[in-house]
């Protein structure tokens, strides 16, 4: 079975480990840090190896029948992921190597909670669940580990560095991500409606509607693009950062939130959050050029 590079940046989990890379290269952009690249390469490293984790432990007992092209084309290229998987092992373990005890330490919290989001940890009415089956949780708990992933790393392992970082810098920029993956994972709720209903997982979308949920989509954009005009930042980074809050606003009124059936067309929320980097990358390139 063959497919095209999107969808197989997509099936690979490589489209989702270089989100989790962007926004820590993001972090660093938004404190004004050098880039610290092991750290970089443990988040990409870590982010797939989790989500391929979480594919393995969900595969049906006959892949070849599953309605998902993705299921299916996943499990018949084992031999594929296997090799994924043992680079990723690799380069987490040398990036480990090069970090400083407080940010292992950490790591492994993380870790930890990411695993109880793929692994049945505890009985829900006599049955092993995992965290994301906690009533409406799910995508909070996605934004939780994502914010607490790409910003605290970058936070503890510059503070064992010697590199100072204000508090309320540090949390101001964990509420603002914390929003903006609730914004970008809200939509893979609403694609999921009917499979999370069929696996009874109780989810934003199926509590409050689709409609009411899109209409929560635009005003979670909103409050981004208010809590961007404060964050203490440089100038180009939020320009940056608001150029790509409006990229999100037209996908959504062009694409996203367009679509009945898009199960392909959401991962370009993924694409978003490398954009949102590069966005600000090149404002700040544009800013340097501009005052010389």
């Known amino acids: 079975m ?15 480990a270089f989100a989790a890379t962007a926004q820590t290269l993001l972090s660093y952009k938004i404190f004004d840090l050098p880039y610290n690249y092991s750290i970089v390469l443990l988040e990409f490293a870590s982010t797939l190896l989790l989500y391929n984790l979480s594919i393995w432990i969900s595969k049906p007992k006959d892949y070849s029948k599953s309605p998902y092209e993705r299921t299916r084309w996943i499990f018949s290229h084992q031999s594929l992921f296997y090799l994924f998987n043992v680079l990723a092992f690799v380069l987490l373990g040398y990036a480990l190597l090069q970090v400083h005890l407080y940010t292992f330490i950490y790591l492994g919290f993380i ?8 692994i049945p940890v505890f009985r829900i ?3 092993w669940q995992s965290l994301r089956h906690i009533p409406y949780m799910k995508v909070f708990f996605i934004a939780f580990i994502w914010s607490l ?6 936070y503890i392992e510059s503070f064992s560095g010697l590199q100072a970082i204000g508090w309320d810098r540090v949390l101001y920029l964990l509420m603002s991500k914390f929003l903006f993956i609730v914004l970008v994972t809200l939509p893979f709720d609403i ?3 009917k499979q999370d209903s069929f696996y009874h997982l109780k989810t934003v979308p199926l509590r409050l509607g689709r409609h009411r949920t899109e209409r929560l989509c ?10 961007v005009l404060f964050m203490p930042t440089t100038l180009p980074v939020q320009m940056g950062l608001l150029a790509c809050d409006m990229v999100v606003w037209i996908l959504f009124k062009t694409i996203i939130l367009q679509k009945q059936d898009s199960f392909m067309q959401v991962y370009l929320l993924d694409l978003v959050l490398i954009l949102q980097y590069i966005f600000c990358l090149l404002a700040v390139q544009i800013a340097n050029y501009l005052i010389r």
């Open 191 to 193: 694609r999921d409606m």
């Open 2 to 16: 063959h497919v095209g590079p999107w969808k197989f940046l997509v099936f690979t989990n490589l489209l989702i």
């Open 125 to 127: 009415q006599g049955k």
């Open 218 to 227: 635009y005003s979670l954009i909103v409050a981004h693009l208010l809590l």
């Open 149 to 154: 992933s790409t910003v605290g790393l970058v």
């Open 111 to 118: 870790g930890l909670l990411s695993l109880g989001y793929a």
